[in-house]
């Protein structure tokens, strides 16, 4: 099953994407396009452009983003939490590289 939602720009589908919202037709997430505009500073036109979407599918996430804010901040800092857990146990292979050749 699946639910479209904002004027048929952003989709929720079980199984694609982690059921995360989405653009509707892609495998961006809401997420992503919140992370790139709101916390890196990419703008709407640069998004856009970069991933071959419309001005309203972008404006249609950050809609999405703003009425739905609490639960995808929390998702966000999950999901760095998990990455810094993931960095702390599994050590890079560049620096393991590195200090050998330092030996």
């Keep these: ?32 396009i919140v992370i790139w505009h709101e916390r890196i500073g990419k703008s709407v036109d640069e998004i856009a452009a970069e991933y071959d979407l419309t001005l309203a599918d972008i ?11 609490s639960e995808i901040d929390r998702d966000i800092e999950e999901s760095k939490a998990f990455v810094k857990t993931l960095r702390g146990s599994t050590p890079s292979k560049l620096q393991q590289k590195l200090h050998a050749a330092e030996d």
């Design 1 to 32: 099953m699946t639910i479209k939602t904002l004027d048929q720009h952003i989709e929720v589908t079980p199984g694609i994407a982690g059921g995360k919202p989405r653009i509707a037709g892609h495998r961006i997430t809401v997420h992503s």
């Design 59 to 69: 404006h249609a996430a950050l809609a999405y983003y703003y009425d739905h804010r």
